[in-house]
């Protein structure tokens, strides 16, 4: 089927005005970009001039259609990107700063939709496998990077005046209030794990201490009880100790 071109007759059907197969178009897509052929067919390497605009359509479509209905077709798209960010040329193309496209996505960490969110914290944490080389990127696009990271593992009580000070306002802002749980474990844990690839290097950590990202986690492990999820701060907890205990 990726041979035969069927990416590019999906997507040329998919934004046909009258399309009404929307739903089994993207379920489609998922299924061609679990294979690496359907992944570089997607992401049009081959063609220099359309590199990227496939990707660049679907992004706009999962941005645009959040929570509007509760039967949305293009929250599937959040598995797309998930299977296009497996590999390093799906990597950059999402990092890519001209692009934006990390940063949309992003946007979409606190939907309502469990689908959408898996999509959104399963392609953050393949990305920040590029953080050794891609970490300026990651970093350029903070304001939404560490909401998105820091949220889901920052537990359930409401944080002081004074903790709240030494974050960011879009982080200290909601912290200083009640919040709704994270209701799926895999969550934490892959955002925890993204954590733990950016603060491997020496700039993702100075930038992680910056927001008071230490406090954040401490007192969210305090409030675990998952031992997978708690497995995974742990994991983080030891490079932080280590990364304080070299810069003495």
């Not at 998919?14 to 197969?21: A, G, M, V």
């Not at 293009?74 to 496209?101: C, P, Q, T, W, Y």
């Not at 709704?180 to 969550?187: G, L, N, Q, S, V």
Request: proline share 4%; aromatic share 8%; charged share 25%.
């Amino acid at each position: 089927m990726v041979e035969m071109g069927m990416i590019k007759t999906a997507m040329d059907v998919l934004y046909k005005p009258d399309s009404s197969i929307t739903r089994l178009l993207v379920m489609l897509l998922v299924n061609l970009t679990q294979l690496d052929s359907g992944i570089v067919s997607m992401l049009q390497i081959e063609d220099e001039k359309m590199q990227g605009l496939f990707v660049m359509k679907l992004v706009r479509s999962f941005c645009r259609s959040s929570d509007e209905t509760r039967d949305d077709p293009f929250d599937h798209v959040g598995s797309i990107l998930v299977n296009i960010s497996k590999k390093e040329a799906g990597r950059k193309m999402l990092l890519d700063s001209k692009r934006g496209l990390l940063k949309q996505i992003l946007r979409q960490f606190d939907s309502t939709s469990p689908l959408r969110k898996k999509g959104v914290f399963g392609t953050l944490r393949n990305c920040c496998f590029e953080a050794e080389n891609q970490l300026q990127n990651l970093l350029l696009i903070s304001e939404f990077l560490w909401p998105a990271l820091l949220l889901p593992v920052a537990g359930k009580r409401i944080y002081s005046e004074e903790d709240a000070s030494k974050m960011p306002l879009e982080l200290g802002n909601v912290l200083s209030f009640e919040r709704e749980p994270w209701d799926d474990p895999e969550i934490p844990v892959e955002a925890l794990e993204s954590i733990y690839l950016i603060t491997v290097q020496e700039a993702g950590l100075r930038a992680f201490w910056s927001v008071n990202g230490p406090r954040i986690l401490q007192f969210g492990y305090e409030d675990e009880e998952d031992p997978k999820v708690m497995e995974a701060y742990e994991l983080v907890g030891s490079l932080l100790v280590h990364g304080s205990e070299t810069s003495k």
